[in-house]
């Protein structure tokens, strides 16, 4: 496999490459004006349909897993660095999620921020773009639930106060040296779980997503990740297993992981996914996305049910993440809050 700092986009017929080092990458902030909606409909085989906002596009995390890479190329950048470094922000995203929410279906039953990006991201600090659209939601009286990797959430604490939610942080990994080689410019575990809690105090529900589990890198995380967001007032929880959706992610992931882990335990982490995956890096059906094959998925995923219902995690199922149920399953949504 070639492996590229960022690789090229499958949209575009032509590519440049540079001769020597390439010049040092950038961000550029790029201002969008919707006008059509920010409400996307989503799919998941787990948890049925689910409404998702997202106000901004790339990610400044820069997580080397993350699976909304691909959405990146529909612009016309690449998975790779682009994604990392050319924000593009949904300026009117509050005055368009208003026009939506006048005339929203009945089947929707509640909105996720987000799902291509993080909704917290340091832009967030100015633009405040996802405070705004939560105040709309707050008007409207609109169940929301939030996945997020950063403690500016807890700005919002007087919207989300006002709210019907949940918000889910995403800590896959449980100190910072275990956590440098995947998500680069993320804050480190300790701050999330500090954010974790401080919702909890101000009477807000909070979960954490174990997501990704990395085959060979972090199942034996799961027990103390359950019981630090236990400490700090989580009552829901999450966990899939990473998975890449695109040649153009798998190769960042796999030149990533070459570059922050030694060669001998790089290969080892490939080889188990393989194994989890039937003998390649990527998943064979969207059913087998989250999860692996192997006997030693199934230790990890027992572990994460037996330490979640030893500290009175609600159950695995729709309602444990934050999707929205299935069309149908109405009742559910009482439990995810």
Known sequence: MKHVANPPNPYLKYSAEYIGEPPPAKLEIFEETATRKVITKAYSSDFGHRYTVNCYRGCIHACTYCFARQY??????????DFETKIVVKVNAPEILRREMRTIKSDVHHLDFSFATDPYLPLEA???????????CAEFKFPVAVITKSPLVTRDIDVLQSLKCTVFFSIPFLTKEKSNAFELYTPIPEVRFAAMKRLHEAGISVGIAIAPIIPGYNEDDIPQLLEKARECGATRAFMSMVHFDTDSIEAYFVKRLYE??????????????????????????????????????????????????????QGRGKSDAPEAPAVHDRPVQGRLF
């Open 72 to 81: 990146h190329e529909y612009l016309g950048y690449g998975a790779g660095t």
């Open 126 to 136: 100015s633009y405040e773009l996802t405070r705004r659209c939560l105040q709309v």
């Open 260 to 313: 922050k882990l030694p060669l001998a335990r790089a290969e080892r982490i490939l080889k188990q996914i393989r194994r989890e995956r039937g003998g390649t890096l990527r998943h064979g059906s969207y059913a087998e996305r989250d999860r692996g094959q192997t006997e030693k998925w199934a230790i990890a995923q027992k572990l994460f049910d037996l330490h979640s219902r030893r500290l009175g995690f």
